[in-house]
């Protein structure tokens, strides 16, 4: 994650949190862009096609995966989440209010409709006329008529994933609601349970922002949501991540893993240095107020479209965002997702076709808040959602290389020494292992790697002739092909 991919508005605060923090950027940032996702939800979409009615909502999946108690994933996530805590504190506080004056409301009608009876009852025993009882009648209803619906609070985040409590919440929160997990293996753990495939499957359902849910149980009674727009964010741990990818990889693949479009895994920073400054207290203003604007935006006001029979108003790119939309998707469709051997790759990427214009849609929103742009999306906003995915492409290649087979995983940890130029240009297995380097501890281990490197066009075996002497033959040297160094 490097500066140019975060969106300006969030840019200073982003770097200011990663800097004190001394974490990678990928975590913070990826929890904001979620968040952002989740303020919008499901209020707007955009349509990528130039005429096509092909709707896409910018709701996000994302997942912070690194090692426990290393690269601060739980901190990094919590920055943000401080600041949809906040705003829906302050949803809460004029709830209260809004609860106190509907109560106030409800005193007042009951005395109005205890009036009316009142009345009805004498007008029927006095023997008045049927028309002067209809008068009093058309009171009464017009008075039960004007009873206001209850006030029902604003939540943009829950812990909470059950259906029925999901559900509730789908219908008081129109745009849809975050769900925060801080391990989120527990959550994809708690699916795979037969008993929990009905959640699952909700889930599933709500990732596309536009589903729908209907439950009937004799005890409850109907349970009903006509728009199910779901947001998720958490950590992973990649141990954890590794088993439940093997699952995946054994006829129990359902594309969830493949709807965690916004999965990071970043490397471990190479330097650390102790950091005591004082946090950028506007710009976390800024942000703030970004995700106040967003959820409070009318976004027909700012450019989107809103037939007749649309659910919802909608965006579409402008002319030069449309032509980088036409490019990067023919690209994607007719070159990556056919270039691609690993199964489970080729189905992450098939969901880039949604990803990119959900973030194009997201970068533009954010611009829109921040008083820069109206109207279509821009090319601008497309050029960095392609810069996205072609970062978080990179991501998802890390993340499947661990349901390779012992061997090709070995290769990776070898190809990442190498991109770092920690070996020499000509070695050994002997000098690989002396590193001491997780998965590459074993002369085996190193071997095979190397083996597979060869096949990549990554590596050359030099065999050395033995002494004459005799003795143990010398080991062949690895060369790394000049084009990586």
């Given at each position: 994650?490097?500066?140019?991919?975060?969106?300006?508005?969030?840019?200073?605060?982003?770097?200011?949190?990663?800097?004190?923090?001394?974490?990678?950027?990928?975590?913070?940032?990826?929890?904001?862009?979620?968040?952002?996702?989740?303020?919008?939800?499901?209020?707007?979409?955009?349509?990528?096609?130039?005429?096509?009615?092909?709707?896409?909502?910018?709701?996000?999946?994302?997942?912070?995966?690194?090692?426990?108690?290393?690269?601060?994933?739980?901190?990094?996530?919590?920055?943000?989440?401080?600041?949809?805590?906040?705003?829906?504190?302050?949803?809460?506080?004029?709830?209260?209010?809004?609860?106190?004056?509907?109560?106030?409301?409800?005193?007042?009608?009951?005395?109005?409709?205890?009036?009316?009876?009142?009345?009805?009852?004498?007008?029927?025993?006095?023997?008045?006329?049927?028309?002067?009882?209809?008068?009093?009648?058309?009171?009464?209803?017009?008075?039960?008529?004007?009873?206001?619906?209850?006030?029902?609070?604003?939540?943009?985040?829950?812990?909470?994933?059950?259906?029925?409590?999901?559900?509730?919440?789908?219908?008081?929160?129109?745009?849809?609601?975050?769900?925060?997990?801080?391990?989120?293996?527990?959550?994809?753990?708690?699916?795979?349970?037969?008993?929990?495939?009905?959640?699952?499957?909700?889930?599933?359902?709500?990732?596309?922002?536009?589903?729908?849910?209907?439950?009937?149980?004799?005890?409850?009674?109907?349970?009903?949501?006509?728009?199910?727009?779901?947001?998720?964010?958490?950590?992973?741990?990649?141990?954890?991540?590794?088993?439940?990818?093997?699952?995946?990889?054994?006829?129990?693949?359902?594309?969830?893993?493949?709807?965690?479009?916004?999965?990071?895994?970043?490397?471990?920073?190479?330097?650390?240095?102790?950091?005591?400054?004082?946090?950028?207290?506007?710009?976390?203003?800024?942000?703030?107020?970004?995700?106040?604007?967003?959820?409070?935006?009318?976004?027909?006001?700012?450019?989107?479209?809103?037939?007749?029979?649309?659910?919802?108003?909608?965006?579409?790119?402008?002319?030069?965002?449309?032509?980088?939309?036409?490019?990067?998707?023919?690209?994607?469709?007719?070159?990556?997702?056919?270039?691609?051997?690993?199964?489970?790759?080729?189905e992450h990427l098939g969901k880039f076709r949604s990803l990119m214009p959900?973030?194009?849609?997201?970068?533009?929103?954010?611009?829109?808040?921040?008083?820069?742009?109206?109207?279509?999306?821009?090319?601008?906003?497309?050029?960095?959602?392609?810069?996205?995915?072609?970062?978080?492409?990179?991501?998802?290649?890390?993340?499947?290389?661990?349901?390779?087979?012992?061997?090709?995983?070995?290769?990776?940890?070898?190809?990442?020494?190498?991109?770092?130029?920690?070996?020499?240009?000509?070695?050994?297995?002997?000098?690989?292992?002396?590193?001491?380097?997780?998965?590459?501890?074993?002369?085996?281990?190193?071997?095979?790697?190397?083996?597979?490197?060869?096949?990549?066009?990554?590596?050359?075996?030099?065999?050395?002739?033995?002494?004459?002497?005799?003795?143990?033959?010398?080991?062949?040297?690895?060369?790394?092909?000049?084009?990586?160094?």
């Amino acid at each position: 994650m490097t500066d140019d991919l975060m969106p300006e508005p969030l840019r200073k605060w982003l770097s200011d949190v990663t800097y004190r923090m001394q974490t990678p950027a990928d975590f913070a940032t990826i929890s904001a862009i979620v968040v952002m996702a989740s303020a919008i939800g499901s209020g707007c979409a955009i349509r990528p096609k130039s005429v096509d009615d092909w709707e896409v909502i910018p709701n996000m999946w994302g997942a912070a995966i690194g090692r426990p108690s290393v690269v601060l994933k739980t901190p990094s996530m919590q920055e943000v989440m401080c600041l949809i805590d906040r705003l829906q504190a302050k949803y809460g506080d004029e709830f209260t209010q809004q609860q106190m004056l509907h109560e106030a409301d409800t005193f007042i009608l009951e005395a109005k409709v205890t009036d009316v009876e009142s009345r009805i009852k004498k007008a029927a025993k006095q023997g008045l006329s049927t028309q002067e009882l209809d008068i009093l009648k058309q009171e009464y209803a017009d008075i039960k008529q004007s009873h206001a619906d209850r006030p029902t609070r604003r939540l943009f985040k829950t812990n909470e994933t059950s259906t029925q409590s999901m559900t509730v919440l789908q219908n008081q929160n129109d745009r849809g609601v975050l769900v925060f997990r801080d391990e989120l293996t527990a959550l994809l753990v708690r699916w795979d349970r037969e008993d929990h495939a009905d959640e699952r499957a909700y889930f599933l359902e709500g990732w596309n922002g536009n589903g729908s849910f209907t439950d009937m149980k004799i005890g409850r009674g109907l349970t009903e949501a006509k728009n199910i727009c779901i947001s998720l964010l958490g950590g992973i741990q990649p141990d954890k991540l590794k088993r439940y990818l093997s699952q995946a990889t054994k006829g129990n693949n359902d594309g969830l893993m493949q709807r965690l479009q916004l999965a990071v895994w970043p490397d471990v920073p190479d330097k650390w240095e102790l950091v005591d400054s004082v946090p950028d207290k506007v710009e976390k203003e800024r942000v703030y107020a970004l995700i106040g604007n967003l959820a409070e935006l009318d976004f027909q006001q700012v450019g989107a479209i809103q037939g007749e029979y649309d659910d919802r108003p909608y965006f579409r790119f402008d002319s030069e965002g449309q032509k980088v939309f036409n490019h990067w998707l023919t690209n994607l469709q007719t070159v990556k997702i056919k270039m691609e051997d690993n199964p489970l790759m080729a189905e992450h990427l098939g969901k880039f076709r949604s990803l990119m214009p959900s973030l194009a849609l997201i970068f533009h929103c954010i611009d829109v808040a921040d008083g820069r742009v109206m109207g279509p999306v821009t090319e601008k906003s497309a050029r960095l959602a392609v810069a996205w995915c072609d970062y978080l492409e990179s991501h998802a290649k890390r993340i499947y290389t661990t349901t390779y087979r012992p061997e090709h995983q070995a290769a990776v940890h070898l190809s990442v020494k190498i991109r770092g130029k920690q070996l020499s240009s000509r070695f050994t297995t002997r000098d690989v292992v002396r590193k001491g380097w997780h998965g590459l501890k074993a002369r085996q281990e190193v071997e095979a790697a190397c083996d597979v490197l060869i096949e990549e066009d990554w590596l050359r075996m030099e065999v050395k002739l033995q002494s004459t002497s005799g003795g143990r033959p010398p080991l062949p040297d690895y060369i790394i092909n000049p084009l990586l160094i």
